[in-house]
């Protein structure tokens, strides 16, 4: 089994080093009809005199924009990564992809309007969240500058939303994409004609994960038709150690030419 994996310590907080800050934003949301929450993480030295490319990092079933800060601390994994001058200069923003008026993680988390919120999302993201960012902070706006990547419910949408807006996305993560995800024939239905508009395409799994045969079929159609991508099987469940490790992973390969 290929395994890629971090390096003991990459999200243990080291003392001294220049910090990113971590804030949450409210935007307003055509879609939904009201304003929303996100978070954004604008990384160590950060100076509106530069400009930045741009993460969408999306969050599992079970959360909301504030999932990846409470479980994952992506702040210490890329304040890290940052100090081993291992990332392109990018602005990390943390949505909350279950696009419905009350968007908390509360009550029966599969109840087909929460399911069906989470496909929603793919217009606040491009309609509302997006322009909010560019408008607000100092980024690149094409396609080659954002990313999307998350785990779960946000793999499932960033294959999605990715494959379905290339226009839009250059950078594609899915860490346990969950049943969300379209069929790979339906996301790709002419892989000849995409040659290499994904830049980088990461896909993970745990391999005790019960939802691997979805990550499972994408990998097998991807190879079926020669999609370059990588594809990290890894130890572990449906839980934070492969979804931190997709972080640390896809962080490094985003941006770079
Ligand atoms: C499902 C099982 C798991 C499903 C979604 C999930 C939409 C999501 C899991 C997660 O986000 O952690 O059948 O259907």
């Given at each position: 089994m290929r395994m890629i994996a971090a390096p003991k310590g990459y999200n243990q907080y080291r003392e001294g080093i220049p910090r990113g800050i971590i804030e949450t934003v409210e935007y307003p949301s055509t879609t939904v009809g009201n304003s929303r929450k996100a978070m954004v993480y604008t990384p160590p030295g950060f100076s509106s005199d530069n400009t930045y490319n741009v993460l969408y990092l999306l969050h599992g079933i079970g959360g909301d924009e504030t999932e990846w800060y409470n479980h994952g601390t992506p702040q210490v994994i890329l304040d890290n990564l940052y100090d081993d001058g291992k990332l392109e200069p990018m602005i990390v923003v943390f949505p909350n992809g279950r696009a419905m008026p009350n968007d908390?993680?509360?009550?029966?988390?599969?109840?087909p309007d929460k399911i069906q919120a989470f496909e929603?999302?793919?217009?606040?993201?491009?309609?509302?969240?997006?322009?909010?960012?560019?408008?607000?902070?100092?980024?690149?706006?094409?396609?080659?500058?954002?990313?999307?990547?998350?785990?779960?419910?946000?793999?499932?949408?960033?294959?999605?939303?990715?494959w379905g807006n290339?226009?839009?996305?250059?950078?594609?993560?899915?860490?346990?994409?969950?049943?969300?995800?379209?069929?790979?024939?339906?996301?790709?239905?002419?892989?000849s004609e995409i040659t290499g508009l994904v830049r980088k395409l990461w896909l993970s799994c745990g391999d005790q994960d019960n939802l691997k045969h979805i990550s499972n079929q994408m990998h097998a159609y991807l190879v079926q038709h020669g999609i370059s991508h990588i594809w990290n099987e890894e130890q572990?469940?449906?839980?934070?150690?492969?979804?931190?490790?997709?972080?640390?992973?896809?962080?490094?390969?985003?941006?770079?030419?």
């Open positions: 908390r993680a509360e009550g029966d988390l599969f109840d929603r999302f793919e217009s606040d993201l491009l309609d509302d969240l997006i322009p909010y960012i560019e408008e607000n902070y100092p980024v690149w706006i094409n396609r080659e500058n954002r990313a999307i990547a998350g785990l779960s419910m946000g793999g499932g949408q960033s294959l999605n939303i990715g290339l226009d839009r996305f250059a950078w594609i993560g899915a860490f346990s994409a969950a049943p969300n995800t379209c069929a790979p024939q339906v996301l790709i239905p002419n892989p572990g469940g449906h839980d934070w150690p492969v979804w931190k490790n997709g972080l640390f992973q896809f962080s490094q390969l985003i941006f770079k030419i």
